[in-house]
């Protein structure tokens, strides 16, 4: 099975020709992904935004945490996958690589801004405020965002984002640690350690909140 | 139960979640929480809070999807456009420049067969000029097919609109 194509967002979301191209994928692997990237074939990038638009979406916003701007984000990844598809060699899990480039993107368009990390690209001292929910959300996602979900939002959001980020693309999107690596581009220590300061600090933190 | 204990059930109960831990570490956390209502609370809010972050859903915008994947074919239609540009000017490039380097010989070439064959300079000198004419003329052959790829171009937009 494509491990690229793989993961918590299936062929349902897909829809017609891309569905098509999933099933196509299911049966070769990362390096046919690989070869369709190098092409700049429309087709296989379709599918792929696709496939990954909630993960990378739900990635962008969580590391933005703001709406508008991880929706630009989110257009600006692809297009830089279009351009550098070439760069991607097959050998590593798709996701990663794609993570990788939206984590690049904030951070160049954060030091235009002149600061210094992606913390305080989130700091609700600095900027807006986050805003993860959705402008209009649905009756059932009204009834769905009870107490827990907004305890848990609220308690991320107190989180410094180079812990919230590393939680999220370990136990969201559940990639490994040296993938993990490869999106900060850091030591596979330095993940580790931010892995535990994280969990520690939002078990603490949802202690509180539920306190 | 001593304090060392403790402290090796919190990193392990992490360290399970994080990297792994060994079968026979998980044997003993196992004993160990079984036996230690902190450590076992400590366990099960550590689940908790990996369950609650795996439980988090946020709302898609609308067309998110379908709003990127035409920008991208946009983009894509203007990087195939991009390389035929450099290989226009490459060509002119090498043209003019294997032009400059021979006009000396083509000039004598042309006189002489000129003279030979007993045609009028003028004749042979307008061949010159063709020959120093030829690279602008496929430019410009290039030039109208680049144009007929945009109107092509313009066509699918209104079309995606």
């Not at chain 1, 191209?21 to 690989?34: I, P, R």
């Not at chain 1, 009834?143 to 590393?166: G, K, M």
């Not at chain 1, 690596?181 to 994280?198: C, D, Q």
């Not at chain 2, 003019?96 to 007993?118: D, H, K, S």
Request: glycine fraction near 6%; include cysteine.
């Amino acid at each position: 099975m494509c491990a690229a194509l793989s993961g918590p967002t299936t062929a349902a979301a897909l829809t017609g020709s891309a569905s098509l191209l999933f099933s196509t994928f299911m049966a070769d692997d990362t390096k046919s992904l690989a070869l369709g990237l190098r092409r700049r074939d429309p087709e296989v990038l379709d599918a792929l935004i696709e496939q990954y638009q909630y993960r990378l979406f739900r990635y962008l916003l969580y590391i933005t945490g703001n709406r508008e701007r991880a929706e630009d984000f989110f257009q600006e990844t692809w297009i830089r996958v279009l351009e550098r598809g070439h760069q991607y060699d097959g050998k590593s899990k798709f996701e990663a690589w794609l993570f990788s480039i939206a984590r690049h993107l904030v951070i160049d368009w954060q030091r235009q801004k002149k600061a210094q990390s992606l913390d305080a690209l989130t700091n609700p001292e600095e900027g807006a405020p986050m805003e993860f929910a959705g402008d209009d959300p649905s009756p059932l996602h009204l009834f769905l965002a009870q107490e827990s979900e907004a305890t848990v939002q609220a308690s991320l959001e107190r989180l410094p984002a180079i812990y919230r980020e590393v939680l999220l693309l370990r136990f969201q999107e559940e990639l490994g640690l040296a993938e993990i690596a490869t999106v900060l581009s850091a030591p596979i220590s330095t993940v580790k350690s931010r892995l535990y300061r994280g969990l520690e600090d939002l078990r603490g933190l949802l202690a509180g909140e539920a306190a | 139960m001593t304090q060392e204990l403790h402290a090796r059930a919190e990193q392990l109960i992490a360290q399970e979640r994080v990297e792994g831990i060994s079968t026979a570490d998980q044997i003993w956390l196992q004993q160990h929480l079984a036996e230690c209502a902190s450590c076992a609370a400590r366990a099960g809010a550590t689940e908790q809070a990996i369950r609650s972050l795996r439980g988090l859903s946020v709302a898609l915008p609308p067309a998110l999807a379908s709003r990127t994947q035409f920008r991208v074919r946009m983009r894509a239609q203007q990087l195939r456009g991009e390389p035929r540009w450099r290989l226009v000017w490459a060509a002119c490039g090498v043209s003019w420049a294997f032009g400059a380097a021979t006009a000396p010989y083509v000039w004598r070439g042309l006189e002489w067969a000129g003279n030979r064959m007993g045609v009028p300079n003028i004749i042979w000198e307008l061949g010159f000029g063709l020959w120093w004419a030829l690279p602008a003329a496929v430019v410009a052959v290039i030039l109208l097919m680049e144009n007929a790829g945009r109107r092509s171009e313009a066509d699918w937009k209104r079309q995606q609109n």
